[in-house]
């Protein structure tokens, strides 16, 4: 399975050298070619650095792909569909994904709304010190926790319905309510048993500030 690092424009607070391809997207190029990481693609409309640095990234790619400005897909979603056209097996860690411009961050979470990358939301993680983002198809889940994450919320996505078993606090028809994000649920010990009913859900493992 090849493992694949996407760096988009946000706030990055380090990534693991044990990727098999770093892909760049737009200024995340930047970020490889600065901290000495392969940059094997580089991907966007690059209107977010300067002629001098396009060139940079131009040169330093194995790849380079520079798309129109005005287009349906922001660059981060460009991206994706680019890996997996070329690895459609692939697993997709996204750095930089928050922290940037808001409008780009909730574009972000709701990737697996992208019908072309739906087939994927399974393969896609987006990551920062704080928070790791996972989609979820309909169906039933098991999730796991991650050490150093306290929190897990569960966002559902095109009204789907959530049941939440085995958790603090556990969503069911007996106390079923509603809400776009069911925040700061915990686990207590063991795996959260998650269903959803149609579309999917976003799940996001948080922990505070320190």
Same mark, same amino acid.
Request: hydrophobic letters at 40%.
């Given at each position: 399975m090849t493992k694949i690092a996407l760096i988009a424009g946000g706030d990055i607070d380090g990534i693991s050298s044990s990727y098999d391809l770093y892909v760049g997207v737009d200024r995340g190029s930047l970020y490889l070619l600065e901290h000495d990481l392969p940059l094997d693609m580089a991907i966007g409309d690059f209107d977010s650095v300067t002629a001098s640095e396009r060139q940079r990234i131009a040169q330093a790619a194995a790849v380079f792909v520079e798309a129109p400005?005005?287009?349906?897909?922001?660059? *981060?979603? +460009? #991206?994706?569909?680019?890996?997996? /056209?070329? =690895?459609?097996?692939?697993?997709?860690? &996204?750095?930089?994904?928050?922290?940037?411009?808001?409008?780009?961050?909730?574009?972000? *979470?709701? +990737? #697996?709304?992208?019908?072309?990358? /739906?087939? =994927?939301?399974?393969?896609?993680?987006? &990551?920062?010190?704080?928070?790791?983002?996972?989609?979820?198809?309909?169906?039933?889940?098991?999730?796991?926790p991650i050490e150093g994450m306290t929190y897990v919320s569960f966002m559902p996505a095109d009204e789907s319905r959530l049941t939440i078993a085995h958790a603090k606090y556990p969503l069911n028809e007996s106390n079923y309510f509603f809400k776009k994000c069911y925040s700061s649920n915990e686990f207590i010990g063991k795996e959260i048993e998650c269903i959803i009913d149609k579309g999917y859900m976003v799940l996001i493992y948080s922990r505070d500030r320190r």
């Amino acid at each position: 399975m090849t493992k694949i690092a996407l760096i988009a424009g946000g706030d990055i607070d380090g990534i693991s050298s044990s990727y098999d391809l770093y892909v760049g997207v737009d200024r995340g190029s930047l970020y490889l070619l600065e901290h000495d990481l392969p940059l094997d693609m580089a991907i966007g409309d690059f209107d977010s650095v300067t002629a001098s640095e396009r060139q940079r990234i131009a040169q330093a790619a194995a790849v380079f792909v520079e798309a129109p400005a005005e287009k349906d897909d922001t660059d *981060l979603e +460009l #991206a994706l569909k680019a890996v997996f /056209a070329r =690895y459609p097996s692939a697993m997709v860690t &996204v750095y930089g994904a928050f922290g940037g411009r808001l409008d780009h961050m909730m574009s972000n *979470l709701f +990737l #697996a709304s992208e019908p072309d990358l /739906a087939p =994927y939301m399974r393969q896609i993680e987006l &990551v920062d010190a704080w928070n790791i983002v996972r989609f979820y198809p309909a169906g039933l889940h098991q999730i796991s926790p991650i050490e150093g994450m306290t929190y897990v919320s569960f966002m559902p996505a095109d009204e789907s319905r959530l049941t939440i078993a085995h958790a603090k606090y556990p969503l069911n028809e007996s106390n079923y309510f509603f809400k776009k994000c069911y925040s700061s649920n915990e686990f207590i010990g063991k795996e959260i048993e998650c269903i959803i009913d149609k579309g999917y859900m976003v799940l996001i493992y948080s922990r505070d500030r320190r």
